[in-house]
């Protein structure tokens, strides 16, 4: 299975870098994993709703351009269900025993996703109702994903 985690705005900090490039390594022998970085854009410190629809917009356009017509989106909205690890991991694991070749993960930046890549996804999830910086809802999702390969291969992980 080919996992993509396709993500406004680039990781600044290395503490945030290390953490990603851990578990790339450790889900390197579960599936194929991609990370897709586009461009953030600059919001104005007092951006009016209209600015903020249209950065949203222009951001949302950048990252539906990364998406293939076959691939099943799981995006990341406060609206979205919430899942404990185990029910995370079904979900997983049923997408690719029902022909599920590619799931990507779309991770918005700091105003959330736009109402297209949102219209465009097959399920919206949610990990809490609270806000976390993108940079560290990366870490957060990669986690929970190796995870769930680690539930669904009946191996040891802390819980």
Known sequence: MKITILAVGKIKEA???DAVAEFQKRLGRYCKLEIVETTDEKTPENA???ENRKILDIE????????????YVAALALEGSMFDSVAFSEKIRLLGVNGTSHIVFV???SLGLSDAVLKRADCLVSFSKMTFPHQLMRVILLEQIYRSFRIMCHEPYHK
């Open 15 to 17: 503490f945030y870098r």
């Open 107 to 109: 991770i918005g930046g």
């Open 48 to 50: 009016s709703a209209m």
């Open 60 to 71: 949302g356009e950048r990252l539906l351009k990364q998406i293939r017509p076959d691939a």
